[in-house]
T-cell receptor
Framework: DAGVIQSPRHEVTEMGQEVTLRCKPI?????LFWYRQTMMRGLELLIY????????DSGMPEDRFSAKMPNASFSTLKIQPSEPRDSAVYFC??????????????FGQGTRLTVV | QKEVEQNSGPLSVPEGAIASLNCTYS??????FFWYRQYSGKSPELIMS????GDKEDGRFTAQLNKASQYVSLLIRDSQPSDSATYLC???????????FGKGTRLHILP
């Protein structure tokens, strides 16, 4: 398996523009997580899905952020309008419910977003 | 109180010595605990998972869990320069499946 695939790897956009980040989870995984990483705040959970259904979006910072998972193999994270403080590395991760009843998340390569 | 806490470091350890990384968590019902390693500019990669009290060994790595003290640690034996990275502690919070990360400890192995 190719692992979790994210695109684009790098995105530079102007303030006010819409940004869409994409993620293809590992086939067979039923959980998908979106994280944001900054030096100041570390790795923050934004939202996660189980079987394509959003379970917890309490980490989404503002209404400018939205995420969808239309099917088991694709998810998007959209920021509209983008602001400079949104600059960060955004990671997508996927996992499956292991026998222990837990999930071990596997990460994509991340999207480095810069909003100027 | 933050959900998952780690000392940010940097922690400097001589090559060949044991590196000890620590993590505390706030939710008593958490059941699953993970250690990830992240090299600069790369994504986190899973090193160890632990679910029961006690020790779990995998090669040079040992994870230790003490649920009563809400404490989990990672020991790296025979530290190598290639172990220099940021180590992230992660915990599932409550009875949910969401995984929350600490801010990480930067480890530097001195040649």
């Amino acid at each position: 398996d190719a692992g979790v695939i994210q695109s684009p790897r790098h995105e530079v956009t102007e303030m006010g523009q819409e940004v869409t980040l994409r993620c293809k989870p590992i086939s067979g995984h039923d959980y998908l997580f979106w994280y944001r990483q900054t030096m100041m705040r570390g790795l923050e959970l934004l939202i996660y899905f189980n079987n394509n259904v959003p379970i917890d979006d309490s980490g989404m910072p503002e209404d400018r952020f939205s995420a969808k998972m239309p099917n088991a193999s694709f998810s998007t994270l959209k920021i509209q309008p983008s602001e400079p403080r949104d600059s960060a590395v955004y990671f997508c991760a996927s996992s499956f419910l292991a026998r222990q009843g837990s999930t071990e998340a596997f990460f994509g390569q991340g999207t480095r977003l810069t909003v100027v | 109180q933050k959900e998952v806490e780690q000392n940010s470091g940097p922690l400097s350890v001589p090559e060949g010595a044991i590196a000890s990384l620590n993590c505390t968590y706030s939710d008593r019902v958490s059941q699953s605990f993970f250690w990830y390693r992240q090299y600069s500019g790369k994504s986190p990669e899973l090193i160890m998972s632990i679910y029961s009290n006690g020790d779990k060994e995998d090669g040079r790595f040992t994870a230790q869990l003490n649920k009563a003290s809400q404490y989990v640690s990672l020991l790296i034996r025979d530290s190598q320069p290639s172990d220099s990275a940021t180590y992230l502690c992660a915990v599932n919070i409550g009875r949910d499946d969401k995984i929350i990360f600490g801010k990480g400890t930067r480890l530097h192995i001195l040649p």
